[in-house]
């Protein structure tokens, strides 16, 4: 039920329609360009006059980054993928479960330096990257963290927290007390009533979160360029900079990669989606 | 009974795990970096990092030209894109909103800038941008519209406007995301009886939706302006400060400052004058959020 | 006429170079059983052919590497720097770079002291003097870049565009032996917006270094004796009014002040610019049909002169170090001599990179004949000749700090925001406090 009234006019649905063809074309095509990239021979992409229709497709640029052209090195993309894979998930559902605690926290209860908290993650985001970069890395040396997925998924964290905090606290005050004041009547103690009423009900702010902590660390770049060095630990968008050289830059070579990265991306979004409404038939609860 | 084991500690236990993190990850180095805006610490000579110089680096800074320029141009720069990606935002998380076929599709397609990393997409608008062999360029003259190349990432006024660009290309979809999952999770009861009661759409917008909206409005406004460094990879690639210093924000010069001049005393210093300005967008945004939790009702 | 001198020279050279190997000693690589080398590597599609090698040398010595780090030079200097800051120096062997060694202090050792002399005298003798820092070896060379023309011969091969210059300048069109040349040329040539005369790096180091060849070119200097600034002298405006003078005739595109290396590889492999002064790693890239559009009409020649009539001749080298924290010195010069010997030089030569050994570039040229690539045979003669005048910048550990002084101040005179004399000026001001805090300048 997704409770749209047919009281529009019909010039109204299609100038919305227009609306979102529109705005999906914005968005879409600077990235698609990126994409068609990735399957053009460096002629023609950066070329002019433009060549608005391929002429040729080829697979050379993906055939190279696998080392299987004999014109160059191929790179690990294989050790890329992975790490970057194991540490977006690894982070992101850590960073899941303790956003969820620290979300109910502020949204269910009150508490003492309650609002110093909640500003001090806010403001913990305010560090700009340079000031916290050296010192970060020197105790990460220090700890032996550096070129670790560990370390890298621990500082991840660190990001995305505030982040899954603060979505989550909204996500929860959106859903009355007095469902799970309900459910303990009922016989439930606070932490079944939790996980049978209101984890259900949260569900789509947390697919959101998931969605963003994921994507966050998918495509950082600056931290993982500093603590990262070799095929242990290092993720895909350093690995986009293995394209540049002193004096080249190896575009098509990049886009390809970029495809390698931004594929997973979507295919796991559009997977995570039906969560994002699933919590909505709570419409028949109040009331 | 201790504290700890009483029904009051809840909500601390909860937040234990998250502040341990933050505290060693964030405020141990912040501590340190603090430290060091205090000497004339340089990078490749270790021994400065005990050389205390007192508050020159920063005395240094309140005369700089540059520094103040960027400081300024930064503000604009994150005043500007945090309000068009919302705006924009907001607008197509609505349209979205209304479509009923397909809303699958049409929100992973909305997602789809989010999956190009920051250092990504400022190759891809250098390139798109390039005045001689760029597709922008390409297809404004293909369509007969200019006869002489735009020079986007040179002229004063393009540049900054090409990186607001890049930068709204990138984030707008979170914007637009966040305002689409608390539209879900709007109750539809308010909005029927207010229909049924005779009120147009507008009405309804802005007295029913808007409202229920905000908390999440602050909440991503907040997490955005904290978030927009991210930019920085983004303009470093494309105009690295930009002419003459035309599209210098705090982070490239911090970071041209910090590592390769190997400065690491005075990018501090410049990072803590910026954290002030952080720390008043984030006190704007909480006292909005507030405020806009206090009209809503929901646990203080 | 001095084609016949170098072909002298060359068989000379490789007479000796034969005669030589005779009786010279074979470098001994060492036996470092069960050892394992920790090293820093510069990575990217580019560089990481020659480390095909390393099986070859672990074969060899028996020790095994362990590559720490592989990433792009900005990256991997930062990586660098902050080892250093935090006191964490594990590794033995790392990529260097001539315009990066200066800044690292006295993290690499000097290896002269570990590499004998006769092996030390296979190197292009002006390449390894621009491998050391106040006088220490602090690194084995590895490839050198050096600026060279490239040009579309359709152009300058054109009846029309012969007479047309012939009636204009009094001269027959060739490629310019000037830069003065070269600025007319860049103007005659360019019909924006279809075609440019050439492009020019307009920021960052590649701005300062463009910069300061041409400076040095037309007789001055960055620097004196004492390291006082002297940029901005009348050798300093002449060099930014060249550019100067491109940008406002529109003989290059309006973006080239934001161009990077890549975006001017971009335009002249799209068949945008008549004439281009680049490095040598473009020449594969130009001449390859299927990302260039001009590969089939490639010349090549060499960089222009100055008022001086002397080349600017703006290098350097990327290279090999060795640490001082390293537990196991010889097996870490071992390394680095390896990837830097005949057979690895070759590698990279044949790669179209210009190499650090005088035999090799003997060898390479026969090679390219004898396997159709004439081209880059042609290439390399051109190179080489160059390489002669080849200069670093001026190799202190401030030479960074103080380009990201110059090439805002060129940029702001090129663009017409203050005249050439008032940015140098302001730029040399800017440039002496930071020698003298550095203590460099008395």
Redesign the interface.
């Known amino acids: 039920m997704r409770g749209k009234l047919s009281i529009e006019k019909p010039w109204q649905r299609w100038a919305i329609r227009f609306g979102v063809f529109i705005a999906m074309v914005i968005l879409v095509v600077p990235g698609a360009w990126v994409v068609l990239t990735a399957f053009r021979p460096n002629i023609e992409v950066l070329a002019r006059p433009a060549v608005w229709i391929p002429q040729h497709l080829t697979l050379n640029n993906f055939l190279g980054i696998f080392g299987l052209l004999s014109t160059q090195q191929g790179l690990p993309v294989g050790s890329y993928f992975v790490n970057s894979l194991v540490i977006s998930i690894t982070s992101t559902v850590i960073a899941i479960a303790l956003g969820m605690m620290g979300g109910y926290a502020f949204a269910r209860y009150r508490f003492r330096g309650k609002a110093t908290l909640f500003l001090g993650f806010m403001l913990s985001r305010t560090v700009p990257g340079v000031a916290l970069s050296l010192p970060l890395f020197i105790i990460w040396a220090r700890l032996g963290l550096i070129d670790t997925s560990f370390g890298l998924i621990v500082v991840y964290l660190a990001v995305n927290i505030p982040f899954t905090i603060w979505l989550t606290d909204g996500f929860f005050r959106q859903i009355p007390v007095d469902l799970s004041e309900a459910a303990q009547i009922d016989g439930c103690t606070r932490w079944q009533a939790f996980w049978k009423v209101e984890f259900p009900l949260a569900r789509s702010g947390l697919a959101s979160a998931a969605i963003f902590a994921f994507l966050t660390s998918w495509n950082e770049y600056a931290l993982a360029s500093q603590l990262t060095r070799t095929t242990a630990s290092k993720t895909m968008p350093v690995g986009l900079m293995d394209f540049t050289a002193q004096f080249t830059v190896d575009w098509t070579g990049m886009s390809a990669m970029a495809v390698l990265i931004i594929i997973p991306a979507l295919v796991l979004t559009f997977v995570v989606q039906k969560h994002l409404i699933a919590g909505l038939t709570f419409g028949g609860v109040k009331g | 009974m201790s504290f700890w084991r009483s029904p009051r500690a809840t909500p601390y236990l909860l937040l234990l795990p998250a502040i341990i993190v933050i505290l060693g990850v964030v405020l141990v180095p912040l501590l340190v970096s603090f430290w060091t805006s205090f000497t004339g610490y340089n990078l490749t000579k270790p021994a400065t990092l005990f050389q205390f110089v007192g508050l020159r680096n920063y005395q240094r800074l309140l005369g700089n030209d540059d520094f103040w320029w960027a400081f300024g141009r930064t503000i604009v720069f994150i005043t500007i894109t945090l309000n068009l990606e919302m705006v924009l935002g907001l607008g197509l998380a609505l349209l979205v909103n209304k479509i009923t076929w397909g809303q699958r599709t049409l929100r992973t397609i909305m997602m789809f800038p989010m999956m190009f990393s920051p250092i990504l997409v400022g190759f891809q608008f250098k390139y798109l941008f390039n005045d001689a062999v760029g597709l922008i360029n390409n297809a404004l003259f293909d369509l007969g519209l200019i006869s002489q190349p735009i020079p986007w990432l040179v002229d004063g006024a393009l540049a900054n406007f090409s990186i607001i660009v890049a930068e709204i290309w990138m984030s707008t979809s979170v914007f637009a995301i966040l305002l689409l999952a608390g539209l879900m999770a709007l109750p539809k009861e308010p909005i029927e009886a207010a229909r049924v009661d005779g009120c147009n759409p507008w009405q309804v917008f802005r007295h029913i939706t808007l409202p229920f909206l905000m908390p999440f409005v602050y909440i991503a406004m907040t997490i955005r302006s904290l978030d927009v460094a991210r930019a920085y990879d983004m303009v470093r690639i494309m105009t690295n400060g930009g002419p003459a210093g035309r599209t210098e924000l705090l982070w490239t010069l911090m970071t041209r400052v910090g590592y390769q001049n190997s400065q690491m005393g005075m990018a501090n210093a410049m990072g803590y004058v910026s954290i002030i300005l952080s720390i008043v967008f984030t006190f704007y945004f909480y006292r909005k959020l507030v405020g806009a939790r206090t009209f809503m009702g929901g646990a203080q | 006429m001095t084609r016949n001198l170098l072909n002298a020279l060359m068989a000379t050279c490789a007479l000796v170079a034969l005669g030589g190997t005779a009786q010279a000693q074979e470098f001994d690589y060492g036996k470092f059983d069960g050892y394992t080398l920790k090293v820093?590597l510069i990575?990217?599609?580019?560089?990481?052919?020659l480390?095909?090698r390393i099986p070859e040398w672990e074969a060899l010595t028996g020790a095994k590497v362990e590559?720490?780090?592989?990433?792009?030079?900005?990256?991997l200097d930062?990586?660098i720097?902050?080892d250093?800051?935090?006191?964490?120096i594990t590794w033995c062997v790392g990529s260097n770079?001539t315009s990066f060694a200066p800044?690292?202090?006295d993290l690499y050792i000097d290896l002269k002291e570990m590499v004998p002399q006769a092996e030390l005298d296979k190197y292009v003798p002006g390449t390894l003097a621009s491998a050391m820092v106040d006088g220490r070896l602090v690194q084995l060379p590895r490839v050198t870049?050096v600026s060279n023309l490239y040009y579309r011969k359709s152009l300058y091969e054109s009846a029309e565009n012969q007479a047309k210059y012939k009636e204009q300048f009094g001269v027959d069109l060739a490629p310019p032996k000037t830069f003065d040349e070269f600025k007319q040329q860049a103007i005659f040539f360019a019909a924006?917006?279809?075609i440019?005369g050439t492009?020019f790096a307009?920021?960052?180091e590649g701005l300062t270094g463009r910069f300061m060849e041409i400076l040095r070119a037309n007789g001055g200097d960055m620097f004196d004796e004492n390291w006082k600034p002297i940029f901005n002298s009348p050798e300093g405006v002449a060099a930014v009014q060249w550019f100067k003078d491109l940008y406002d005739a529109k003989a290059v595109?309006?973006?080239t002040?934001?161009y990077t290396?890549?975006?001017i590889?971009?335009?002249m492999?799209?068949?945008?610019l008549a004439i281009d002064l680049?490095?040598p790693?473009?020449a594969g890239?130009f001449s390859d049909?299927?990302?260039?559009?001009v590969a089939s009409e490639l010349g090549f020649a060499v960089s222009p002169v100055g008022t001086s009539g002397k080349r600017g001749g703006w290098s350097g080298s990327?290279s090999f170090s060795v640490t001082q924290q390293c537990d196991n010195k010889e097996a870490a010069v071992s390394f680095a001599v390896f990837l830097t010997n005949d057979e690895s030089e070759m590698m990279e030569a044949q790669a179209g990179n210009l190499p650090t050994r005088t035999k090799t570039f003997i060898e390479v040229v026969e090679w390219f004949k004898a396997n159709d690539k004439q081209h880059l045979a042609d290439m390399f003669a051109v190179w080489q000749q160059s390489l002669s005048e080849a200069r670093t910048p001026p190799l202190v550990?401030q030479w960074?700090?103080v380009s990201?002084i110059i090439w805002?101040a060129v940029?702001?005179a090129?663009?017409g925001?203050k005249t050439a004399q008032e940015a140098l000026d302001g730029a040399a001001a800017e440039a002496t406090v930071i020698m003298q805090d550095a203590g460099l300048l008395q």
């Open positions: 820093k990575g990217g599609t580019q560089y990481e052919k480390y095909t590559i720490v780090s592989s990433k792009n030079h900005f990256d930062r990586e720097k902050q250093i800051a935090s006191g964490s770079h800044q690292y202090g870049d924006p917006p279809d440019y492009a307009g920021k960052d595109p309006a973006g002040v934001n290396w890549d975006d590889g971009q335009a492999a799209a068949g945008q680049d490095w790693g473009w890239f049909p299927a990302s260039s559009k990327h550990a960074i700090e990201n805002p940029q702001a090129i663009v925001e």
